[in-house]
């Protein structure tokens, strides 16, 4: 009789700090055992000379998602957790977003609603707060927060969906009390909204004012300002989507001095650039999201964030809006230029192969920091570790086992989201994760989708608890005692 | 029969990056197996409710070493590896120390003779190199690399050792070639000679003058000067027993631009202070290592590098030097003072349960960042891994059992050196490694020695990999180009 | 015949740069002749042996001035002149301050009202703009910079003061565009707002919570924010009462960029700290300024930028709230604790004794630093030079001869403003300007006021040129070719 | 009768602070008066519509100077004065060398004797210590300080030249003891030399190697050594021609810290680049000096440094070593390539109309700044302030008169040095000191000498009093005291 339902066999395995040889014995969904030599499975797979990884974590990606605009992301959980299957990504963490005026706690129930028997992989939600009232405050977020939505996002811009400073100190406060993390857009609202009016005024609405309007110092002053609050309360901040040497640096000296503050960064910032926001016609609206991409140099910077440690997650901030369409880019350059482009790109199938790719192949990080900024980080950062995001007896069978050498083109002929086009067309990868287990069943091989959707589940996210720095920030203990 | 030499069964068992409950199942010496419910074991431990670590690997101690002086540290083989062992550090990684004249290679095996047959636990060899003759760079020290030494400390002070930094220049071109790890001792020497010899004509004698003469900004200008040359040449460089917030700021800076700087720190830096040299009578002289011991301020910044991760590797500097007899440190004092006094004080035993005690159990550092800082980082850092410094499959089984409870105060006469005094006579610390195992053999128990001396093997080292960063700094590419 | 209407003869005299002996000939009110051996003047003063140094400008008080809650300042344009002229200060720059709804011009003719006839030395006025409407923008502030009124004020705190981030772009637009001087009150509304309310909420309603609502991490990043909304535009802003070493860190940085960041600092931020605030009873209110008093350490750090460089200018914030009466800050106490204090407090009279006897004398600035701080870096700073702030052919005869050797003690009784107490009482100060003239006329004498209330004369003020740096900031090229 | 010897009337003065309208009456070859409207002179020069600035001084300049290696500069002390005289400098403070075994004393004697009666213009001497024995530092030092030669030179590269970091320290004791100022030569000699070695093992002989060997990581490396010595003992230093932003870096970080370090950079690093070094041929060693030109980059730094006040002086660094004959440049490269070439360029005549031209003109500094940097700064860092370095009463009458507007090719042929190529060849200036006073009598008329060879004084200097910063570093305070 088999004593495991499942052995992966002969595969080097790497975690965020390991690499050993070994085979992973599979029982319930769960890895049972890791060994030289293990027992017959009832199932087996041949790793040999193949690298083995714990399935990615994608925490940051837009699905079925109706943004404050009204517009609905392409992908629903269908599409998008095929998509992320295909790409190696055994649990997304999309967003439940609060609208001005909603109730928190029926967003929530409206994406369980959205979700419920739809996906292929797990998911967890992210809470979006844009309104944060005294009901909100005072009773609806603490509650979620312990049903297992432990982690909530905030924006510094967009009308819809800005805090105030002091805002942003209410549910600093807040998530200081109940152990939550706060993720942040940081970018200076008032610097894009001024510098787009001017752009509009003299008539320059192409895509590539988008560039110009969303500038660099606009991302650097916000993610100061909310360090500074931080620092302030001594409580953990995420920064999204780091897009730029000057934040890079402010987040960088907030790290040097001991505070609790942590940076993620996308495909984009390492793949793309704003010039490409030039392309003839409307073309560049395919590279428009928030912040933009920027330039080589900056791209360079964001390379050595992620090899010094900067940067602790690694994710796709999948917005995906298509380009054709009534709700489309195109649509929108037509009705206004570049302010009216929904703003998002696609990048959770593409997001492990690139950065495997340029990362780990030319060997500018280790296998052992891709694991981590692609699934341990994720799992700690937001409350799924250690059943998320690692290699190790107890945690849910989430297994990448990669092809290293095969090479592919990126096309969006082959990819599996609602898109109608990839800003990453014909961009080419070497290595892909062709065999993908959730909880020990194959949901994706060769790069195409297995397994039936709705297998999915909901995860409750425990506290987060992010790998370093612990221990109290020394100072501001005078504010500290105020808050209690 | 049984399926494992040993089982270690139901603890809690943490890696670099992982912590999770699994039995460990070992055969051979080596962790055959991580599983919930393992078969059998020959032997079993149970370890329900304790950590499950991996055994301490201290790359930074001196063993049966002749200083430049003609001194010959307290301990040999047989008490540095037995105290080592009584301390939870499995892996000791001592110097084989050329002084000048000395064939490299001769000195080697000398030092093998020391070492033959009388270590409890195993062991590696770094080189100091204070003579970078032709014959040593061009034979001898290449050859040494490709035979399992492939680590090497230098000087920038004391007369009988300190190089140039056009020696400096030569051995780290070497380095680069045969991707050899070096260490180095960074203080200015001049300044430490001149401040010296300030303070004995001004009749100051006593050993505080020792803290002054080694002022930070020694420390630092020399740090400052090494990571310049390193960063000429493209070269990964380890700065041992780092201080001071100077020298830790120079590090980071280093870090921060991408550049392969590493810093190691030790526990008198987190637990002794200089003014501890201020004792009464001679006294002061059992605080003297070199770097001092700083200030209350500096113990902050060192955890603050801690936590922070710009140290990789936590390791003791046991230098055995007694206060009484001939060679010692009271004998040093009558004969001239704070400048005849050997330098160096022990802590091989203390190392892990003080930085347990202060470190994890109050919260400052995780459990995983304690492994990696006293096992995987030295492991990765000296070319052992993944044969030592980890939990996984197919690593020697070193495994220490932590009692994360019992409370011990340090006193000399319960350690295991040869020392007649221990400068933490007194601390408290809470946890001890009390099942310690080295390749599934239990080498102490309950913090006393176990098994038979010689038992513990040399190891030859691979080639040096540190975590991160990787890949190559991209600037100066015209001296690069230079170097071929 | 006399060839001058007044030689000042045989002194020692001072410039930002120079030091000199010569005999000072004045003519028409102007400095007509620097030389040895001047002719004879039909009136001479002897200056053997002592300073002679121009005239003081005080480029921030606040006299006659309405606050937004309608608390009049107890110094009109009589006791406020006279308390400046007594303390070596020959010109005055207070504000015209608009209140949200008034119309810039009209305000601007109501200050003039309270000003006409009753000052003993001259003035100009900087505006305060706090409501920048379309027809603040668009005509008034254009105009009135036109007619000599270059500089204004904008807080980012205070609800009937600050503007947000967009309406700080807009006038920093007007003030690239018309070449005026923009002066900041930097401190985050938000964060002080929300600590007040916390600490209101918690009982705290006592002098001391004023300086922990007041943050000096509000005033950082505050300060950092407005520096990322001038290098945006390439504008210069001054930063008024800088208090604190993070704030100095920021505009230090902004300097070694570059870029045209000013700083100012005040004697509170020299000679008083945040611990007289626990006196008690409410003797604390009489410290209580925005931003505070700190601590030592501080003291020590404006000290450093003084002496470094980073401060252009050293000005009072004279901003004279009683402590008795309806409208003092005891009844404020009474009415309500921190939040209802009039916040400020006076050092007109004071602030060149207090500079030159703890700055000058103690060696810590030069002579020629403590004209620059005091005087000519103003002048330049406003537009006012050359006629002001210098002694130099051309320039108006403001002068002051110092006595450097009397030591006098700080006390209300023997103070010319309008003010109950100061928080200066009992400080001993050495030097003080014992004869003060303005355009060649005495108008104090041994710290008594001599001359005619009306004397003085309204300056328009040029176009503002600061001494460095000059240029144009060569980067956000792509911004500012959008501003035209 | 007249009143002057000399009037200069109608013209726009500039101090280094101060811009003013005024005649300058001058007796007995000094400024008698400034004023307007005075009295008859002798002689009298229409200044209309002109700059009237102090004479310049360079005190950086090798005239009649013997190299460790024997070769004599091209300029004695009658063209170098000339030439000075001819661009506008009036006061010259060249260098007494002293090579190893030299008595300090004679060193003295002899510049003397090639000096006297033979210079145009007014010179004082800086000493260069390449030997300091326990005779130089314990008495010929001491003694030459006190009679007039207060600032000395150190290297701490060239074989003849360089001092150890422990002779560093034993003459920055000296320094501070005696109040003299140091100048550091600060490139790291091991650097250089090892890179060297590779190129010319590598048959990489020509010109341009020298700029891959004296690599900016050397410069930097050096500045932050003796930077770290000078802290320790608290004695102010100045750094000579600093050419790249990491030494600049280095020096800011310095000043922000309040440490007494000045800099001065030079005409080559702004108009010079190192692919000029590139020319065919051994053109390329026309532009070889040390450190060397860098790239367009570092220009703007450099520039950077000069608007934002990181540099006290701009000096010329001339160092006059022709290209043709036996010890030229050209015979250097064929003898055995870069490492023969004598090392450095002439610059003494254009020198201030570069900077005028460039930067004044510009705006990038202002007239006050480059009265500053050219003029009074140096007067103040080396002892000669009030008698040279400004306008004021009592001064030298060292004046130039400056046509704005005329422009300039420069070229060797119409230059004054005994120089046979200018590496400025072909480069446009506007603006030329046009008449050039020492002590009231003209040396030059439109870049023509005029006047008597040997009219020129020698200067003894003062104690250096530079502007700023003062005070004692509060921190070292316990090695302070060692040093009494």
């Known amino acids: 009789m088999a004593e495991f339902d499942l052995v992966i066999r002969g595969g080097r395995v790497a975690t965020a700090s390991e690499t050993f040889d070994a085979d992973i014995g ?94 292929l992989v797990d998911y967890a939600f992210h809470l979006i707060v844009s309104d944060p009232t005294e009901q909100v405050l005072g009773q609806e977020l603490p509650a979620l927060i312990r049903d297992g939505y432990t982690s909530f996002k905030i924006y510094t811009t967009y009308d819809a969906l800005k805090l105030s400073d002091r805002q942003v100190l209410d549910v600093m406060a807040l998530a200081r009390r109940e152990g939550a993390m706060m993720m942040v857009h940081a970018e200076n609202h008032d610097i894009i909204a001024w510098l787009s009016e001017k752009l509009v005024q003299a008539g320059r609405r192409q895509p590539s004012s988008h560039a110009i309007a969303h500038h660099p110092i606009a991302e650097s002053e916000a993610t100061n300002r909310v360090i500074a609050l931080a620092e302030l309360l001594d409580v953990p901040v995420l920064f999204v989507h780091v897009s730029a040497k000057e934040a890079i640096d402010q987040i960088r000296a907030a790290q040097a001095r001991g505070l609790k503050i942590y940076g993620e960064t996308c495909p984009q910032y390492l793949f793309l650039t704003a010039d490409m926001m030039d392309a003839p016609g409307d073309e560049g609206a395919k590279c428009m999201c928030s912040p933009p991409p920027r330039d080589k140099a900056n791209q360079e910077f964001v390379w050595q964030g992620l090899r010094g440690g900067v940067f602790e997650v690694f994710s796709s901030d999948h917005a995906p809006y ?34 495997f790719s340029a990362g780990v192949l030319n060997d500018i990080i280790s296998i052992n920091q891709f694991v981590a900024l692609t699934a341990t980080n994720h799992a700690k950062m937001y409350g799924l570790y250690p059943r998320k995001g690692t290699i ?93």
């Open 392 to 484: 190790a007896v107890g945690a849910d069978a989430d297994i990448c086992i990669w092809d290293g050498t095969t090479e592919r083109t990126i096309t969006q002929s082959e990819l599996h989201d609602a898109m109608d086009y990839t800003p990453y067309e014909g961009m080419k990868v070497r290595g892909w994760p062709v065999v993908v287990l959730s909880r020990g069943e194959v949901v994706s091989q060769d790069g195409k989708p297995v397994g039936r959707l709705g297998r999915g589940e909901f995860l409750r996210c425990e506290k987060p608890d992010p790998a370093r720095p612990r221990g109290r920030w020394p100072f501001n203990v005078e504010v500290q005692t105020i808050l209690g």
């Open 322 to 355: 298509r380009f054709e369409g009534p709700d489309g880019k195109k649509a929108g350059m037509a009705a206004g230029g570049f302010k009216k482009v929904p703003n998002g790109i696609p990048g959770l199938e593409i997001r492990l192969a690139s950065l």
């Open 26 to 119: 599979v029982r319930g969904g769960r890895i049972a055992a890791l060994g030289s030599g293990l027992g017959r499975g009832a199932r087996e797979i041949d790793a040999a000379g193949r690298w083995v990884l714990p399935g990615g974590i994608d925490s940051h990606c837009h699905i079925a998602q109706l943004s404050s605009s009204g517009v609905m992301t392409a992908d629903d959980f269908a599409t998008g957790s095929t998509s992320a299957a295909c790409g190696g990504t055994t649990t997304i963490i999309p967003f439940a977003a609060q609208h001005r005026g909603n109730s928190l706690r029926q967003v929530v129930q409206e994406y369980h609603a959205r979700a419920d028997g739809r996906s």
